[in-house]
């Protein structure tokens, strides 16, 4: 089904500075709660192989999983825009096999698709948005590559990477991405990139200054086990029903109050 909020409406909403509310999600139930609750965009994650399935990162995600969740989210949705993870190596290896795997998610209800990398997905990002595949980049901490990285730590810290993440991020806009995630980059270098580009960056621990914000729910909801991550609000503090805590974090979005500068690097 067709978005209410399309890829053109967000990208209005990032010219005319109106901040975007994104969430993941991985089931009919939420995804309709997350709607009523005012949420713009449904993130169909690969972290649902952290947080559904229980692994230790977001590897052993396969498409199947992809397809079976992006069902479950687009049957419910009506209102949103649903972005859905292609998971590790199902379009790294070449373009044509991204597209086959992407061509899977958009025929489940995806609307678009994400894709981690920088530089080395330019070729992909555009075989794809030039046959009629919206893409959004991700960039910055990604966690595919959680081992190469050694570990999940903050990225663009020091000026050479700083650089190199600005640099990537131009280099995604201009082969075809319409949407970027930054993800655990210094709040300065998140708006620095955010105000270069005309697409929308959408932050994960990356300051304020971006043009939406996304938080994995369980995150939001406070039940994901272990210690939260500095960029991580528990919006169930104080918040009588689920439901309330949703519209407390898209208000919070809205209003550029969260996150504040203690989820700031
Ligand atoms: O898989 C996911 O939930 C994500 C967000 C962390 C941006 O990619």
Known sequence: MAPKLTLHALQKMKAEGIPIAVLTC?????????????????????????????????????????????????????????????????????????????????ASGAHMVKIEGGFAMTDTTNFLSSRGIPVCA????????????????VQGRDEGNALRILEEARALQDAGASMIVLEAIPGELAGKITASLSIPTIGIGAGKNCSGQVLVLYDLL????????????????????????????????????????????
């Open 222 to 265: 406070g039940i994901y086990p272990g210690k939260a991550a500095r960029f991580v609000r528990n919006y169930m503090d104080g918040a009588s029903s689920i439901q309330d805590a949703v519209r407390h974090y898209v208000e919070d979005v809205r209003r550029g109050a969260f996150p504040g500068p203690e989820h700031t690097f």
């Open 138 to 153: 991700h960039i910055g901490l990604t966690p595919q590559s959680v081992h190469s990285l050694g570990g999940y730590r």
């Open 26 to 106: 991985y089931d009919a139930s939420f995804a309709s709660l997350l709607e009523e609750a005012g949420v713009d965009i449904l993130l169909v994650g690969d972290s649902l192989g952290m947080v559904i399935q229980g692994g230790h990162s977001t590897l052993g995600v396969s498409m199947e999983d992809m397809i079976y969740h992006t069902r479950c989210v687009s049957s419910a949705s009506s209102r949103a825009f649903i972005v859905s993870d292609l998971p590790f190596g199902s379009y790294q290896e070449n373009r044509e096999k991204a597209f086959a795997n992407a061509a899977k998610l958009m």
